[in-house]
């Protein structure tokens, strides 16, 4: 289909947080460097941050973070411009009435080309959909910033919040765990790893920690399961402040220590795989685990592009254009 032919139909935008092109010191750098830059990521004001940032986080942490992602390296790319590539397709199949695109907003496809491209290409609707089952205002609401800047007063654009209380998607990610289960047999314990932000925004107001206890709930219940036998904590902490508690990685040295021997550990914040959950998860915290006394830690893999995910994202957003029709 030519782009004037798209161009009579709705669009429809995937968006993730974005990657690497390589598993590069070169890459990584130019990539954290535009995470790094935005104000939703890190408040502090430009003048201390930047020379903070260039001088000294840039240059150390960029080789032993390209060294992470040249582990868990895709042919095609890293996992997450892979797996969302392909989820972007499987979508696109669900909705052939759509343009169905993808984008990440830092890193290539730039969010800010892509919507530029839709809005000059004139397709009557733009609904974007950020790849963020829980709200936050270090995810969601930057997106919400591109999408201001690039289509202004222009009604033609809308966004998705989040979809973490979303029955159809709260039963795929419980699906995931019960097929796991079958094929590798069930845990001592199921623990929820999502990515954590700062304490002080969440004091702030930013709803996210609720939203990833109300989608952990929900799974729960879905799975029948007892309190007790599920646990709710944050990974991927950064700098010394306080970071939503309890720590992933802690949370598994005491497990270990208590004589828990088999965890199952699943990651719903994110829509596909990643460094966070493959090489984070996956690699580093079951050595964390194991060190501490565990013996194993299975981790359950995020619905990536299964038909199931594609038909949950193809719901919602069929039912987002049909609201603003």
């Known amino acids: ?57 840039l240059p150390f942490r960029s080789p032993r973070v390209a060294k992470l992602y040249a582990g868990v390296w895709m042919d095609g790319g890293s996992p997450l411009a892979v797996h969302t590539a392909r989820l972007t397709e499987a979508v696109q199949r669900e909705m052939p009435e759509a343009r169905v695109v993808h984008a990440m907003r830092y890193g290539n496809p730039s969010l800010r080309t892509v919507l530029e491209q ?29 999408v201001d800047a690039v289509f202004g007063r222009d009604g033609r654009a809308r966004m998705r919040a989040d979809y973490h209380a979303d029955s159809a998607w709260v039963e795929a990610v419980a699906a995931s765990i019960r097929a796991h289960w079958d094929t590798h047999g069930r845990g001592e314990r199921l623990l929820f790893s999502f990515h ?50 309890p720590y992933t990685d802690e949370t598994l040295k005491a497990l270990g220590g208590e004589g828990v021997r088999t965890i199952d550990v699943v ?37 990536n592009d299964a038909p199931v995910h594609a038909q949950v994202l193809a719901a919602l ?6 609201a603003d029709a």
């Open 267 to 303: 990651c719903p914040g994110f829509a596909v795989d990643c460094l966070e959950t493959l090489e984070e998860i996956a690699l580093q915290n079951a050595e964390i685990f194991h060190e501490h006394g565990g013996q194993a830690l299975r981790y359950i893999p995020c619905l």
């Open 118 to 146: 839709l809005r000059d290409a004139g397709h009557p609707r733009v609904q974007v959909l950020p790849l963020y089952p829980q709200y936050s205002t270090t995810t969601t609401a930057s997106v919400g910033d591109v």
């Open 1 to 57: 289909m030519t782009t004037s032919a798209h161009s009579s139909v709705p669009a429809v935008v995937l968006v993730n947080l974005g990657t690497p092109d390589a598993p590069t010191p070169k890459a990584v750098r130019r990539y954290l460097a535009e995470f790094l830059h935005d104000h939703r990521v890190v408040a502090l004001t430009r003048w201390l941050w930047c020379p903070i940032l260039h001088f000294v986080i």
């Open 196 to 245: 954590g932000i700062p304490q002080r925004l969440a004091d702030a107001g930013d709803p996210y920690p609720q939203h990833c206890r109300a989608g952990a709930d929900a799974i729960v219940r879905a799975l029948g399961l007892r309190e007790d036998e599920a646990l709710l904590t944050f990974q991927s902490r950064f700098g010394r402040e306080p970071w939503l508690q």
């Open 317 to 322: 957003a069929r039912r987002d254009l049909e």
